[in-house]
């Protein structure tokens, strides 16, 4: 998320950080304003708290769209407490669509993940490959979400909805 936004600030955007801080740290904020001269508007809010996260849009009346990369990404920590994860990752996702459409900001970019595959026969994986069943629950959630998303758009084709499927990094 934060080579989103120096990315962003860089083109010049304004965005908005809305974060729990569960999987990152503060000082992020600090060194997005090293390399860009800005320190973005930062909100410490957890997605799945409706109520602040409501908060942080009617504040915000300009926002136009959302990159959603929040949610619990540990695969073999998703196997041990898989309720946390489909509590957290399809709550949250749920309560920020919910709270976009009641704002009119209909234009979403999800990260999911290439999980979403399973397991594959044919390497390397096209984008065009049938999604098959996951193989633990954090890929279950991605997938998942990705469905909602789709329906939701199915339902209000008002809404612009991007899916980003991309296999896990390694290093920054």
Same mark, same amino acid.
């Given at each position: 998320?934060?080579?989103?936004?120096?990315?962003?600030?860089?083109?010049?955007?304004?965005?908005?950080?809305? #974060?729990?801080?569960?999987?990152?740290? *503060?000082?992020?904020? #600090?060194?997005?304003?090293?390399?860009?001269?800005?320190?973005?508007?930062?909100?410490?809010?957890?997605?799945?708290?409706? =109520?602040?996260?409501?908060?942080? %849009?009617?504040?915000?009346?300009?926002? =136009?769209?959302?990159?959603? %990369?929040?949610?619990?990404? *540990?695969?073999? =920590?998703?196997?041990?407490?898989?309720?946390?994860?489909?509590?957290?990752?399809?709550?949250?996702?749920?309560?920020?669509?919910?709270?976009?459409?009641?704002?009119?900001?209909?234009?979403?970019?999800?990260?999911?993940? *290439?999980t979403?595959?399973?397991?594959?026969?044919?390497?390397?994986i096209?984008?065009?490959?049938?999604?098959?069943?996951?193989?633990?629950?954090?890929?279950?959630?991605?997938?998942?979400?990705?469905?909602?998303?789709? #329906?939701?758009?199915?339902?209000?084709?008002?809404?612009s909805?991007?899916?980003?499927?991309?296999?896990?990094?390694?290093?920054?």
């Amino acid at each position: 998320g934060s080579h989103t936004v120096v990315e962003f600030i860089q083109a010049g955007e304004t965005p908005i950080i809305v #974060d729990n801080l569960c999987n990152s740290k *503060a000082v992020v904020l #600090d060194r997005i304003e090293t390399i860009t001269g800005v320190r973005p508007k930062f909100y410490k809010v957890d997605l799945c708290d409706y =109520e602040a996260l409501d908060r942080v %849009f009617d504040e915000n009346p300009d926002i =136009e769209s959302v990159i959603h %990369f929040a949610g619990l990404k *540990a695969v073999g =920590e998703s196997v041990s407490i898989p309720l946390r994860y489909y509590q957290n990752n399809l709550m949250s996702t749920i309560n920020l669509c919910e709270i976009m459409g009641k704002h009119g900001v209909k234009t979403i970019v999800f990260s999911s993940s *290439a999980t979403v595959y399973g397991e594959q026969e044919e390497m390397p994986i096209r984008e065009t490959a049938t999604l098959k069943t996951t193989t633990n629950p954090y890929g279950e959630t991605k997938q998942m979400i990705e469905r909602i998303l789709t #329906d939701l758009y199915r339902a209000d084709p008002e809404w612009s909805v991007s899916i980003l499927r991309y296999f896990n990094p390694v290093g920054a």
